[in-house]
């Protein structure tokens, strides 16, 4: 298989099977989460959940006040990463060739600029993974994992747009494989918070909101 | 596998719902929740990072309730759980939680880790992993009626002792009334003064009110050893006692577990709604200030500030209600740092006072609650718990601080503006 032909495989059928695992294992790995439900809670309510579930989803990714500093680098990697790929104009022209939509793009030193920010933050994210001493306790492989699977695509990334190791076509194959590896991994690994911390926030709003208490 | 890891396990399994899953699946190992909790900040052990707490019941959703766990299990790749685990983990689910919920209250993707711990230990107390201080106060419980062993002898005492007092009749077993009153074992035993306070705000404000003699206790071990059954056992005493005097509600004490096993997890522990609503004495307060019924003179001089327990505040809701009855009577009333919902809890709440091999660990992290209370250069505490009241007291013991601490109901009180007739001639 020459880099093309590669290049080719992973813009097509390699696309094709990532997106359908990524949708399949999700729709999958809800499904094995939220169908058990929950007790009905007999006791009164002293205000509905419904609202005060909402809120939280999104009150809960401002921090508490003293804990910006622990969270920074967290912030930067989530934010840095969701606007590479979402306004970096070859990410958008793709999408445009699939959906026959798009959006504007901001500037390529732009993104350059971001892509090295969150790279950055990434590298503090697994510095503090091994030096602090409660984030060491806890990681595992998966912790390990997710990192590697959320830096991989903004490193190829970033070494395809400036033409840094590899042959071009080579490396931007290699780009969307592993942007193909983290859509497989999603539903399976850490990964997937992306998707049930909307659940989880939900949850822990509505417990709090019913006894009156906005968590 | 014993019988007994068995059956632990089981109860797990049976514990294990949606939010379970969804917090499971949610985590990151951030280590967040360690910061929001007193054991870690005060000891700095990861051992007591709050979601690592929850790490055999992880493995169990784990292997019991996803594929790819359950694939792992057949396999025989994946790491059973077993009986040394639990008994190593005993220490970190009852001695280093006190179920505050500050946890759930800080973790970023939304995780309530005390919904967890609190589900976690049915599956300990199931598995024989429970403290023994815990386990004979809720034996206590189910055979006299309390964890402290307190009688209705007791209570008859403490009501003659208030009677005298006050004046006034304490009312009785008197079918039909509005209220009936139900107790903490430490207001019984250790703060009867509650006894007498209540009596005469009720007497002002023309409560119907009574106390019950087959049910006066509020006080749920049930809850805090985390027995399902155990809990709804002396839950149902409240119900029935409740029921059969018909009265249309049920005044939760000072007490903060109480408040949660009574208000929100009774009706779910005896699969009922139940047929009169259950509201905290501090909300009854506030409603009778609302509508003029206290009313108060006079005003403490000295600095206090407020302890919020935990139950009552973060995980009960009632949050403003002290704060409007303290001003009634407090000249120079000043909050906490991380006062209200982000309180720090006193440390003996989950059970931990009733827990005697914490008390090293328990009187240690207490410096957390000693550093709240000495910037606010307070020289009276007060709070609305009698469990958080007897912690208070044994952390500032220990520390060798000269500190008052008071219960708000009684604070009120004092300065109760009474009716023209003297008391003495009230109602008897």
């Known amino acids: ?215 | 596998m014993s019988t007994s890891l068995a059956r632990g396990i089981t109860a797990l399994k049976e514990q294990i719902d949606s939010p379970i899953a969804s917090f499971f699946s949610s985590c990151v190992h951030c280590g967040m929740c360690a910061d929001a909790c007193l054991f870690y900040t005060e000891t700095k052990d990861p051992k007591y990072t709050p979601i690592h707490k929850l790490e055999p019941m992880r493995r169990v959703w784990q292997q019991e309730y996803t594929f790819w766990g359950r694939l792992g299990k057949k396999l025989g790749i994946s790491k059973p759980v077993t009986d040394a685990e639990l008994s190593e983990w005993e220490e970190l689910v009852y001695d280093s939680c006190t179920l505050c919920g500050r946890c759930s209250l800080v973790c970023p993707v939304g995780n309530d880790i005390t919904y967890m711990i609190r589900k976690m230990r049915e599956g300990m107390v199931v598995s024989g992993h429970s403290p023994k201080g815990l386990r004979e106060a809720t034996q206590r419980a189910i055979e006299f009626g309390s964890p402290m062993g307190i009688t209705l002898q007791t209570l008859q005492a403490q009501v003659k002792h208030a009677e005298k007092e006050t004046g006034l009749t304490v009312p009785m077993d008197v079918t039909g009334a509005e209220y009936m009153m139900v107790l903490s074992s430490a207001e019984i035993a250790q703060f009867s003064e509650i006894i007498g306070a209540v009596t005469r705000i009720f007497h002002e404000a023309g409560v119907s009110w009574t106390l019950c003699s087959e049910a006066f206790e509020g006080t749920n071990s049930g809850i805090q050893i985390g027995s399902k059954d155990l809990a709804g056992e002396l839950v149902g005493r409240l119900v029935a006692g409740a029921e059969k005097l018909k009265v249309k509600y049920v005044i939760s004490p000072e007490c903060g577990h109480a408040y949660t096993a009574l208000r929100w997890e009774g009706p779910n522990l005896i699969g009922r709604p139940y047929p009169f609503k259950v509201i905290h004495i501090l909300e009854l307060l506030e409603q009778l200030r609302k509508e003029g019924r206290l009313r108060t003179e006079g005003k403490e001089e000295e600095r206090l500030t407020f302890h919020d327990p935990c139950q009552l505040v973060r995980r009960g809701g009632v949050i403003e209600e002290p704060r409007s009855l303290l001003n009634m009577v407090a000249s120079d009333f000043v909050e906490m740092n991380d006062h209200g919902k982000l309180n720090w809890c006193c440390g003996g709440g989950g059970g931990v006072s009733a827990n005697e091999r914490a008390d090293p660990l328990r009187l240690k992290v207490f410096s957390r609650k000693k550093n709240q209370i000495d910037e606010t250069g307070a020289t009276t505490i007060v709070t609305a718990c009698s469990n958080c009241r007897n912690m208070l007291l044994d952390g500032l013991e220990h520390n060798n601080m000269d500190i008052e601490v008071v219960g708000l109901t009684e604070m009120l009180a004092e300065h109760l503006v009474t009716r023209q007739t003297p008391a003495t001639t009230g109602d008897k």
């Not at chain 1, 880099?3 to 399949?24: F, H």
């Not at chain 1, 022209?93 to 969150?118: Q, Y």
């Not at chain 1, 747009?161 to 859509?183: C, D, K, N």
């Not at chain 1, 991994?185 to 909307?198: M, Q, Y």
């Open chain 1, 1 to 215: 298989m020459t880099s093309m032909e590669l290049l080719l495989w992973a813009r097509g059928p390699g696309l094709q099977i990532a997106t359908a695992v990524l949708l399949l294992g999700l729709v999958f790995r809800l499904l094995e989460i939220y169908t058990p439900g929950r007790k009905p809670d007999l006791s009164e309510a002293r205000a509905s959940g419904m609202g005060p579930g909402v809120r939280t989803i999104f009150s809960r990714s401002v921090p508490l006040k003293g804990m910006w500093t622990k969270e920074i680098s967290g912030y930067t990697f989530h934010i840095g990463f969701l606007v590479v790929l979402l306004f970096f104009v070859p990410h958008i022209l793709l999408f445009k060739d699939t959906f026959g939509f798009g959006w504007p793009g901001i500037s390529n030193s732009m993104i350059d600029f971001i892509t090295v920010l969150t790279l950055a933050a990434l590298a503090y994210t697994l510095f503090t993974r091994i030096t602090d001493p409660v984030r060491r306790f806890l990681s595992t492989f998966g912790d390990y994992l997710a990192l590697l699977l959320t830096a991989l695509p903004l490193i190829t990334g970033y070494m395809a747009f400036h033409r840094l190791g590899l042959p071009y076509t080579q490396m931007l194959a290699i780009h969307i494989l592993s942007v193909e590896a983290l859509m497989i991994f999603l539903p399976f690994t850490k990964l997937v918070h992306a998707v049930t911390i909307l659940g989880s926030r939900w949850y822990n709003g509505a417990i709090s909101g019913r006894k009156g208490v906005q968590s």
